[in-house]
């Protein structure tokens, strides 16, 4: 017997479904890949494959659009339509969804269901009208895309600051922007304590020791305020030690309004970047994140290291060092743009390097007795380091959250 609600077919899910996660309301493009007796499929979507008891007749090889609903305590799978494999856009469940069938509306449902991210009818209009004021669409959607698959609340404060950082303008070129404005406009005693702290920013003692860069980038982090608010929620009496951090007298001159509108467009846009920085660094469960985007100086040469770590968390809550993922990625003087990502499974550490640079390897060489010793020393052992070459596309796929687990850390790249 087949199951309807109003004039709807629905199907019934699976035992199989907690392999793939729903929510009441999301909507998805799915594959029927193959038919089985009993009247059960298998249904791909969101790259994952999930068993479901049909109680309508579907096709093999077609896509369909489905919703999830609830029907008497139990999560069931709606058929919307038909999914056209020539209309990526879904100009068919707009209609449904009483959503103007417009451009902006048809790229971000075509978007999203090509990379198989579920949405519900209040995510496309909210993030449907934002997008009609974002001058790049192709940011907008990649930001809209990165909210609903991490699961970040649909409000135009977070899109706003995950917009920003999608952008991935160089933070050292957000600050010399900012350095710039202030100085065109009037000195009060604000502006001039802004302008003395990017000055700091900017500096650098010239060392390019291992022991030298690390104090720099201690004090960067502290000096741009990345976990400020974080010390002063956790009661940390050193988070105003040397004075207010980047990020709170940014927060202060927008909130009093000063300096000139061109100073106050880049500190807002500097706010928002950190914001989502902040955003993407929220604990995930057993698994935790952090970014962070610090400006480096140099003798003759300044730059930004961008830097992930993902690692999980124990049943204590306290950071498990056996198991973690740290991603560099750089634009020096002399090897250009550089990747570094280096996985610890089981205190086991795996390096793989990647530049524009010509015989990396053979110049590298000569360190790696020193490496070994000195991860030795701290518990660690190096299995091994890897060399390749390049690929600015790689830099985006590398630093999207990898999947830590207990088993390890997902390497595919």
């Given at each position: ?40 499929a298998l249904i791909r979507a969101g790259g994952r494959a999930f068993a ?227 955003l993407l660094s929220l604990p995930g469960g057993a698994v935790q994140h ?124």
């Amino acid at each position: 017997m087949q199951i309807s609600f109003g004039k709807q077919p629905f199907i019934k899910a699976g035992s199989n479904i907690r392999t793939f996660s729903f929510q009441t309301g999301q909507i998805f493009s799915g594959a029927i890949q193959k038919l089985f007796p009993n009247d059960t499929a298998l249904i791909r979507a969101g790259g994952r494959a999930f068993a479901a008891k049909l109680e309508v007749p579907l096709e093999a090889g077609k896509n369909y659009w489905f919703q999830t609903v609830l029907v008497d305590g139990e999560v069931r799978l709606k058929m919307l339509s038909e999914a056209d494999a020539n209309d990526n856009a879904g100009k068919a469940l707009l209609p449904q969804m009483q959503l103007p069938p417009g451009k902006t509306f048809q790229s971000l449902v075509s978007y999203l269901a090509e990379r198989g991210i579920p949405f519900t009818k209040n995510d496309i209009a909210a993030i449907g009208a934002w997008l009609k004021h974002v001058p790049d669409l192709a940011n907008g959607l990649e930001t809209a895309a990165l909210m609903l698959q991490e699961g970040f609340p649909v409000t135009e404060g977070v899109f706003t600051s995950l917009r920003t950082f999608v952008q991935n303008t160089p933070v050292d070129q957000l600050l010399n922007r900012l350095q710039q404005a202030l100085q065109q406009g009037e000195q009060t005693p604000e502006t001039r304590q802004l302008l003395a702290l990017i000055r700091e920013l900017g500096a650098g003692n010239g060392q390019v020791t291992g022991e030298a860069l690390r104090l720099q980038i201690k004090e960067k982090i502290q000096k741009m305020g990345l976990f400020y608010e974080a010390g002063l929620l956790h009661g940390d009496k050193t988070a105003d030690k040397g004075g207010l951090p980047l990020k709170a007298l940014l927060v202060e001159l927008l909130q009093k309004g000063g300096g000139t509108k061109a100073a106050r467009d880049a500190a807002d846009e500097i706010v928002q970047k950190l914001n989502g920085q902040q955003l993407l660094s929220l604990p995930g469960g057993a698994v935790q994140h952090i970014w962070m985007e610090i400006p480096l100086s140099f003798a003759r040469f300044q730059t930004n290291a961008v830097v992930q770590w993902s690692g999980r968390r124990k049943k204590d809550g306290k950071i498990d060092s056996n198991y973690c993922k740290i991603i560099f990625y750089l634009n020096l003087q002399f090897m250009k743009e550089t990747l570094v990502e280096m996985n610890v499974q089981n205190r086991i550490v795996s390096i793989r390097i990647s530049s524009l640079k010509k015989g990396l390897q053979e110049a590298v060489k000569p360190f790696l007795p020193a490496l070994k010793e000195g991860l030795s020393k701290t518990g660690y052992t190096l299995s091994d380091v890897r060399f390749g070459e390049f690929q600015p596309g790689a830099v985006r796929a590398a630093l999207s959250r990898p999947d830590v687990s207990g088993k390890g850390v997902d390497l595919r790249i």
